[in-house]
C-alpha cells in the first residue's frame, strides 16, 4: 500500500495559463516536437538516491526529512516500502524512466551473500512493479563508494582485496540491470582518484582502473547486454584528483585502453561546471567524439565551489546544450536524468512533486525554443559560412597526400598567401539567441 503520496493526483498538463503548482505548464508529453513525442525526446528519469535515499543531511547537520521508509528497525522491510513508494511517485509525475544504485534500493547484510540476496530479493519486487506500470529503466550502476571499504577508492585501491568486492557488486548490478531492460549501464568512479601523490603509485592505479573497465565490457558481451556503458565525468570531490575529471580526460583514458568504441560518456551539468567548463562545451566535445551516452541534468549553484544537485529553472542555461544534443540526433539510448535533490528545507511530499515538475517543464519550454531555433537554420547557416574556405582549393590541398609543411610553405609564398582577420560576431549571435528564449 502507498500512503505517503496519498493526497497528490497524477500530474497532468494545464497548460502555459495554469495557476495550478501541481500541474505541467510545458511539459504536454505527447506533443509532437520535431516529428516525435516529446517525451521520446527528453526520456526523463527519476533517479532514486536524491529523491527517495537521500535523508536531508549536510555537513553541519543531520536529517532533516521524516519519511516512513527511513525506519531502521527493519531495512529490509523499508527498501520494500521504498519501493512501493517510488513507483507511486513514478506514475504521478510521468516520468518514464528512473535510475538507481544497488545501495539505494536495498540495504547491506552482514556479508556479501546476504547483502546479494538483499539486492535481488529487491530486483526480483522491482521487475514485478515494471510490469505493472510500464516504468523503465534508464540505467543502473553500483555505489562503491559510500562505505568505508571504498574510502581508498574501488577499482584504484591500493588493496586488491578492495578492486575484487568492487568487481564482484558491478557483476551483480550488471545483472540486475540486463534482467530489468535497463538501457544504459553507468560507471561513476566516484573515489578513483587521489588525496596526496605521497601515498599514491598513479600508473598502478591507471593500469588497475583500465583492466577493472576491460573486465566490464568483457562481461558486457558475456550476458549479452544491449544497453551501452557509460563512464561518467566528474572533477575533484569527493576526492582532491579525480580520474575522470572531464570528457576530454575520459576520453583520453578510453582511447589509451582501446575501449573509446565500448564506452561512452553520462554528462552532467553540475559536473561540467566544476570541471571549469560548461554544460554545452562538455556535450559538444562527445557529440564530436561520437561519445554522447546520456545526461544528468541538474545545476549548480555559482557561489559555491561543490556539487550542489538542484534542478533545472533556465531555459538561457539549457537552449545550447539542448541545441547541440537535438541537431546531433538526439538522445537515442540515452534520456535526462534528474540527477538532483530538493533542498534539505523543502520537507513536503509536495516539494518532490515542485521539484521534478519545475525540472520538467524547463525542459520543455528549452525543447519548444530549442526547435525553432533549429528551424530557422541561422545558427548552421552562419558556421557554414564561417569553415566554408576549408571546402575550397587551399583547405583541400591540406587533407591531400601532397600536402607537407613544404609544400604548405611554398603555397603562401607562390599565392602571397596574407591572411587578414574576419569577426566572429559573437554578440550578432547572442542577440539571435536571446530571441528564442
Keep these: 500500500m502507498s500512503d505517503y503520496f496519498k493526497n497528490i493526483n497524477e500530474i497532468k498538463f494545464e497548460g502555459e495559463n495554469s495557476t495550478n503548482p501541481l500541474s505541467f505548464r510545458f511539459y504536454d508529453e505527447n506533443k509532437i516536437v520535431m516529428g516525435k513525442k516529446m517525451k521520446d525526446h527528453l526520456r526523463f528519469a527519476t533517479c532514486y538516491w536524491h529523491t527517495f535515499t537521500w535523508p536531508g543531511l549536510d555537513p553541519f547537520g543531520g536529517p532533516t526529512f521524516d519519511r516512513p521508509w527511513m525506519n531502521s528497525s527493519d531495512p529490509l522491510k523499508m527498501a520494500e516500502m521504498k519501493l512501493n513508494e517510488a513507483f507511486d511517485f513514478f506514475q504521478k509525475i510521468k516520468t518514464p524512466f528512473f535510475c538507481f544504485h544497488d545501495r539505494d534500493i536495498s540495504p547491506e547484510g552482514s556479508n556479501y551473500k546476504e547483502t546479494q540476496n538483499n539486492f535481488f530479493h529487491i530486483i526480483d519486487l522491482m521487475e514485478s512493479k515494471m510490469k505493472e506500470t510500464g516504468t523503465q529503466l534508464l540505467w543502473g550502476t553500483a555505489n562503491a563508494f559510500s562505505h568505508k571499504r571504498y574510502m581508498s577508492g574501488a577499482s584504484t585501491n591500493p588493496d586488491p582485496e578492495v578492486f575484487a568486492y568492487k568487481a564482484a557488486q558491478v557483476k551483480d548490478c ?45 562481461y558486457k558481451h558475456k550476458i549479452g547486454f544491449a544497453g551501452q556503458i557509460l563512464l561518467e565525468p566528474k572533477p575533484h570531490e569527493p576526492t582532491k584528483h579525480q580520474y575522470d575529471f572531464d570528457s576530454a580526460s575520459c576520453l583520453a583514458f578510453l582511447r589509451k585502453a582501446g575501449l573509446d568504441n565500448e564506452i561512452k560518456l553520462n554528462i552532467e551539468a553540475n559536473h561540467a561546471t566544476l570541471s571549469g567548463h560548461s554544460f554545452e562545451h562538455e556535450i559538444s566535445y562527445a557529440i564530436a567524439n561520437d561519445a554522447l551516452g546520456s545526461l544528468d541534468i541538474n545545476r549548480g549553484d555559482t557561489l559555491l565551489g561543490w556539487d550542489t544537485d538542484q534542478f533545472p529553472n533556465s531555459v538561457s542555461e539549457l537552449i545550447l546544450p539542448f541545441y547541440h544534443i537535438f541537431s546531433n540526433g538526439g538522445l537515442k539510448k540515452g534520456g535526462l536524468n534528474f540527477d538532483a535533490k530538493i533542498r534539505r528545507q523543502s520537507i513536503d511530499p509536495e516539494d518532490l512533486f515542485y521539484a521534478h515538475i519545475g525540472g520538467m517543464d524547463t525542459c520543455a519550454k528549452t525543447l519548444l525554443a530549442t526547435e525553432k531555433l533549429i528551424n530557422d537554420k541561422i545558427l548552421p547557416e552562419y558556421i557554414k559560412k564561417r569553415y566554408q574556405n576549408w571546402e575550397k582549393d587551399l583547405g583541400n590541398f591540406i587533407y591531400s597526400k601532397e600536402a607537407s609543411l613544404e609544400s604548405i610553405q611554398k603555397k603562401v609564398i607562390d599565392d602571397n598567401i596574407e591572411p587578414k582577420p574576419r569577426s566572429g560576431n559573437q554578440e550578432y549571435l547572442e542577440n539571435i539567441l536571446n530571441k528564442y528564449l
Design 174 to 218: 550488471m545483472d540486475a540491470t540486463k534482467k530489468l531492460g535497463g538501457s544504459n549501464y553507468v560507471l561513476w568512479g566516484g573515489r578513483e582518484g587521489y588525496e596526496t601523490i605521497l601515498n599514491t603509485n598513479m600508473k598502478l592505479e591507471l593500469d588497475n582502473l583500465r583492466r577493472f573497465l576491460e573486465l566490464v565490457v568483457e
